[in-house]
């Protein structure tokens, strides 16, 4: 027993990086798991709380921030935390009728399902014998129990991919077109932006509906995103490469404006009708990697004719605000960072609502350790907007360059991470104003999935476990 004691207090004086670093080389060489060592390691720590926090810390490769509780208090509030995320508690299931398996895409904002039924045939040498259809649901609300009834509308051109804003009843419609010309049969492509009435019921047409807002010829790879549309701007991420566009919609307006990105900047999320973040697939920073804010307020691309545009040939681009830094980790280590929020304005009819300041921002980081990790990052959307006013006059000070924003002057009070669950099927930007939507595992929204019922889960972030601190961050080197 005093041999046990000497061994607790010689191992609580060991630095805490050391201690870490030895419980991962033995969790990465399989001797944690051996029976003597692990009651060896039991005994040592029975009796030290201490011990067993860090170890706790150490298994979801989680730093400890500062804080006034004591050290049983911390360790309880992290076993609730880690079950809060793996397990949620949910506030309410939405049951759907399934009405067809072939499901191209999918997504859910304001209160709306909409689901793209049918792959587009988008080979103009085609001649499509399947329609494409597009189906909208209204979900409940506070002020109707049940989801309305189902619109059904059928569409009349090869649709790629859909973004929507019920809250001012517009769709937004990816048109592709393929094409092989030349002797050396090149192949391009052509894209096209159409707005469409979303067809509520209770809401009026918005008179920018049926107006294309983007023709443009590509005749080089590429990748194209999702599309997103929040207040009058829609956005379009077009990798040709390192190419990004923005467009404004309704009357003369309309215009198109290139968006500067990084070696490997790909995800983009709106903050607010006239801000955005972006970031990268594979960190090219030596450190942890950093989101970019960026603001388009008065600084666009001259209007050119509304319906067509050289999309790599425009000059001007939005305002750079700032770098925000992220957690830093090992240079060796390969990040991944994926974007999931969703615009969510907010809607009476959605059955949950949050404005633009106090909603999530919702980031998945995937490390490559000795023990692979991934960890949901949320951060509180109102840092950036507040981070919009403070560095307002900083850009113009320093020549218009954009400052660089440590991780611990913005990260730490507006952020929290969890380790990721894999077996969370999550919607395509998932994250809705404060709540997180999952999705069962009958496949809801992938392709050619078999079920008769569909089943949307909506997870509240604001519980108490959620909401008693801002205190977990990631590890700074992993």
Not at 284 to 303: A, K
């Amino acid at each position: 027993m005093i041999a046990l004691t000497q061994a607790r207090c010689f191992i609580l004086e060991i630095p805490e990086e050391l201690l870490l670093g030895i419980f991962r080389y033995l969790e990465g060489k399989d001797i944690i798991r051996c029976a003597s060592v692990c009651r060896h390691f039991s005994l040592m720590i029975a009796h030290s709380m201490e011990m067993k926090y860090k170890i706790e810390l150490s298994s979801d490769t989680l730093t400890d921030c500062p804080s006034t509780l004591p050290t049983n208090k911390r360790l309880s509030l992290l076993h609730r935390r880690r079950h809060a995320l793996r397990k949620p508690t949910l506030q309410k299931y939405i049951i759907t009728d399934a009405l067809e398996t072939n499901i191209q895409s999918q997504i859910l904002e304001g209160g709306i399902i909409a689901s793209l039924v049918n792959m587009p045939f988008i080979n103009s040498a085609a001649s499509p014998s399947i329609k494409q259809r597009l189906h909208i649901l209204p979900l409940p609300s506070h002020d109707r129990e049940k989801a309305a009834t189902l619109m059904d509308h059928p569409l009349d051109i090869p649709i790629y991919d859909l973004a929507m804003d019920p809250s001012q009843n517009l769709l937004v419609l990816t048109e592709l077109h393929y094409y092989t010309s030349g002797p050396e049969q090149t192949t391009s492509i052509d894209i096209h932006l159409h707005l469409r009435a979303l067809g509520h019921p209770e809401l009026a047409v918005n008179p920018a509906a049926g107006h294309p807002i983007l023709a443009a010829t590509l005749n080089t790879s590429f990748h194209i995103s999702p599309p997103m549309i929040y207040g009058d701007v829609v956005a379009l991420v077009i990798y040709h490469p390192q190419t990004t566009c923005l467009s404004g919609i309704g009357g003369p307006g309309r215009i198109w404006c290139e968006l500067p990105l990084d070696e490997m900047s790909t995800y983009f999320s709106f903050v607010s009708d006239h801000a955005y973040i972006i970031t990268d697939v594979f960190s090219p920073y030596p450190g942890g990697g950093r989101l970019q804010l960026f603001s388009f307020t008065g600084n666009s691309s001259p209007h050119k004719g509304g319906t067509s545009v050289d999309v790599l040939q425009t000059q001007r681009s939005p305002t750079h605000f700032a770098s925000l830094e992220l957690p830093a980790v090992h240079q060796s280590v390969t990040r991944r960072m994926v974007l999931h929020s969703a615009t969510h304005s907010p809607s009476r009819h959605a059955p949950f609502g949050t404005p633009s300041a106090a909603r999530l921002q919702l980031l998945t980081l995937h490390y490559a350790t000795p023990v692979t990790r991934s960890f949901r990052f949320v951060i509180d959307n109102g840092v950036f907007l507040r981070l919009l006013d403070d560095t307002a006059g900083s850009c113009q000070a320093d020549k218009g360059k954009a400052p660089i924003i440590p991780w611990k002057k913005w990260g730490p009070g507006a952020s929290r991470a969890f380790i990721r669950n894999d077996t969370q099927d999550l919607l395509r930007r998932h994250a809705h104003g404060r709540h997180l939507l999952l999705q069962d595992a009958g496949g809801l929204g992938n392709l050619g999935a078999q079920r008769r019922r569909d089943r949307v889960e909506v997870v509240p972030w604001r519980t108490p476990v959620l909401e008693e601190s801002w205190a977990w961050v990631l590890r700074g080197k992993c």
